[in-house]
């Protein structure tokens, strides 16, 4: 995007870093932060938080640049098909995908939970709770209504200034703190949570190409990491401070801190406030996965069945296939209980996303050395193998990471996705693509028949 | 997307363009699931001079198809001759192209998506 263009409707500063914002800030995050709290105790706890935005900052760059080489909302597939294997970028982007069904099954569990305790329903309407949100957000999904710009702005913000508002008066005037986590904190893993918690920025540069400045995404997602910052290091200080660990072991640790300082009206504050997350998630969740599939099964590697639109031009089939997906994982979560677990795998693959990006930066800074970067990442290529060795060795300790429990499970369900979307790539993609390059070879015969046909009109 | 690519004249990808027109407009799929989606395109193909059109869907309608550009636009598409005439040749589709990289665009990927779905009623009369 070297030329600057006026565009009608194009996307603000502000726009954008309350996109990035609102796609970081999910229900899930205050499990994270009532997890983190149990490595470190509430006081000490803002120097997690910190501490993982400051590598969040680097992220940032990683993403800034490849964002400035590619500006587009196909940026991963492209550039992951640009420093490697096309195969292989479609086995991480396939698999780093499903990341979103997760925080949408999550998100809809901790909503269903949160109204369920609010109103003192038990754990059966809990479940038939999360099952009319997510058939909701289906529907409307489906009718083609989403959040438009300036709704996507004011939620973002009414979560974000709500969020500090109850952090403070809790850090202000909160009774006896709770004791600090038992048998000693664990500085890693408090800092994987840490960076859990700004997870999802980096996805406004799907927004590229919406804006007509290159520098607003990469000031956007600086916006959205400072606010990040900002609220969440309130409110788990806040948390520390109010909940002790059989409160921050429930799906909805938020609505004790508001109860704990501000009754039951403080309680239904946060309720509202956890729906709007959902909000942010379900707008931006359904619509980003469901056009992203749409689009890789338009590029052939994928059924065309997922190709097919409704009369309002929505891809019917993903939008099902996430609905349905999303509703069955978290019957599951709430069945089992093992939202912990949605955590740790939700991190896992973050982790392994931003290891995958620095390893794009480090490789096409050698493959495309000569293409234009309006951002770059400071320290090059060394800077950028060291964070792939840094996020890869984080992906690994979430990935056998379970609370405070060390676990295989993440990682051999982590294992099996990644083996079932391997499977897929190397025996059915192999025949779309042959199919799809035979269909395109026969247009593309006729074309050159039907031109050479029309040059020689003249002539005959 | 090779280097290798034929390069298309700014005649006759305007004359694509007047036939995707035509074919858009004769589709009752893509007038009636496009009906609410007005767009202002500007077409520019990088590697032809004066190859750079206008595109105006209105509630669903195509219009006449006008040379150069004109007005402020809710969705820009540059990409290589070729790669563009392919489109509304209707031999390749634009998301793909798009995902590969060969087309650029600038604007809404809403836009980018309901210009794909006319191609797609067009040519595979989903």
């Known amino acids: ?460 | 997307m090779s280097d290798e690519k034929e390069t298309i004249s700014a005649a006759e990808l305007e004359q694509a363009l007047k036939d995707y027109v035509e074919k858009a407009n004769a589709s009752p799929r893509a007038r009636k699931t496009l009906a609410t989606w007005s767009c202002r395109l500007h077409i520019v193909a990088v590697d032809v001079e004066d190859a750079a059109f206008t595109y105006v869907v209105e509630q669903g309608a195509s219009q006449p198809i006008i040379v150069g550009l004109e007005g402020v636009p809710d969705l820009v598409v540059r990409g290589h001759s070729f790669d563009l005439a392919e489109i509304f040749w209707g031999d390749a589709n634009p998301v793909s192209n798009y995902m590969q990289g060969a087309i650029k665009t600038q604007g809404r990927a809403d836009d980018v998506m309901r210009l794909d779905a006319m191609a797609m009623f067009i040519f595979l009369g989903q």
């Open chain 1, 1 to 460: 995007m070297s030329e600057q263009q006026t565009l009608n409707r194009a996307l603000s500063l502000g726009g954008a870093s309350a996109i990035s914002t609102g796609l970081a800030f999910a229900a899930i995050n205050f499990l994270g932060m009532a997890q983190l709290l149990d490595y470190i105790s509430g006081p000490m706890s803002w120097i997690a938080v910190l501490a993982g935005g400051l590598l969040i900052l680097g992220v940032r760059a990683v993403f800034s640049e490849l964002n400035g080489m590619y500006p587009t909302a196909a940026g991963i597939r492209l550039w992951m098909s640009q420093a490697m294997n096309d195969r292989l970028a479609l086995i991480i982007t396939l698999t780093y995908m499903t990341a979103i069904v997760l925080v949408i099954a999550a998100d809809a569990f901790i909503i269903g939970e949160a109204i369920a305790y609010a109103f003192g329903n038990g754990h059966l309407i809990a479940i038939v709770y999360v099952a009319i949100l997510l058939v909701l957000a289906t529907w409307m999904n489906l009718r083609g209504i989403k959040l438009a710009g300036v709704a996507e702005q004011i939620v973002t913000t009414i979560v974000v200034v709500v969020t500090m508002g109850v952090g403070v008066i809790a850090i202000f005037h909160h009774g006896e703190a709770p004791p600090g986590p038992v048998g000693g904190g664990s500085p890693i893993q408090a800092l994987i949570l840490g960076i859990f918690l700004y997870t999802a920025f980096e996805l406004v540069t799907t927004n590229a190409e919406e804006v007509v400045k290159p520098k607003i995404i990469p000031k956007a997602m600086l916006i959205a990491i400072i606010v990040l910052a900002v609220s969440q290091t309130i409110f788990t200080v806040a948390m520390g401070l109010t909940v002790d660990a059989a409160g921050r072991a429930t799906a909805y640790p938020q609505l004790l801190v508001a109860q704990q300082v501000m009754g039951h009206t403080g309680m239904l504050v946060m309720l509202g406030v956890t729906a709007l997350t959902a909000v942010n998630t379900f707008n931006g969740g359904f619509v980003t996965l469901s056009r992203f599939v749409y689009a890789v099964a338009r590029e052939g590697k994928l059924p065309r069945s997922l190709t097919r639109l409704n009369d309002r031009a929505v891809p019917v089939v993903p939008v099902w296939i996430l609905g349905i997906s999303s509703l069955i994982l978290a019957v599951v979560v709430a069945i089992t209980g093992s939202w912990v677990m949605v955590v740790s795998l939700c991190a896992a693959l973050e982790m392994m996303i931003y290891a995958t990006a620095a390893f794009v930066v480090w490789r096409l800074r050698r493959k495309q050395a000569d293409v234009e970067r309006p951002f770059r990442l400071l320290g090059g290529r060394p800077v950028a193998i060291a964070f792939m060795v840094v996020f890869g060795v984080l992906a690994l300790i979430s990935s056998v990471t379970v609370g405070k429990e060390t676990s295989a499970t993440p990682l051999i369900l982590l294992a099996i996705l990644t083996g079932l979307v391997t499977l897929y790539v190397f025996t059915y993609v192999p025949r779309l693509e042959r199919r799809d390059a035979e269909e395109l070879a026969a247009r593309r015969a006729a074309r050159a028949q039907a031109r050479a046909g029309k040059a020689q009109e003249p002539t005959t």
